[in-house]
Nanobody, 127 residues
Framework: QVQLVESGGGLVQAGDSLRLSCTASGHSFNNYAMGWFRQAPGKEREFVAVISSSGGKKLYADAVKGRFTIYRDNPENTVYLQMSSLKPEDTAVYYC????????????????????WGQGTQVTVAS
């Protein structure tokens, strides 16, 4: 059974940086693309970033492009989200997730293409 455990969330000030981690178990981590989504209070869950299985390809939401970096350490079964220049609008619960498919022509930003979600980690950015 796939398990994803996020960590690294917290309360920070606007402009600060934070790094989220997601450690996976129960599947061949290095065979799947991994993604981050977030859900702010009263809003639907939205795409943040995704990284290919090898780490060579990445896709970001426009709202975080240039501020967030996704990367992975396959031997450690861990995917990271480095967040910089944080804004109050980045406040949300951040979820790690795994692509449902082993092979995809291009990286997906659709929530329906992902499964096996973690429990989430809260990020709060104070103004």
């Amino acid at each position: 059974q796939v398990q994803l455990v996020e960590s690294g969330g917290g309360l920070v000030q606007a402009g600060d940086s934070l790094r989220l981690s997601c450690t996976a178990s129960g599947h061949s981590f290095n065979n799947y693309a991994m993604g981050w989504f977030r859900q702010a209070p009263g809003k639907e869950r939205e795409f943040v970033a995704v990284i290919s299985s090898s780490g060579g390809k990445k896709l970001y939401a426009d709202a975080v492009k240039g501020r967030f970096t996704i990367y992975r350490d396959n031997p450690e079964n861990t995917v990271y989200l480095q967040m910089s220049s944080l804004k109050p609008e980045d406040t949300a619960v951040y979820y790690c997730t795994r692509d449902l498919r082993l092979v995809r022509i291009s990286l997906s930003d659709r929530q329906d293409d992902f499964g096996s979600w973690g429990q989430g980690t809260q990020v709060t950015v104070a103004s």
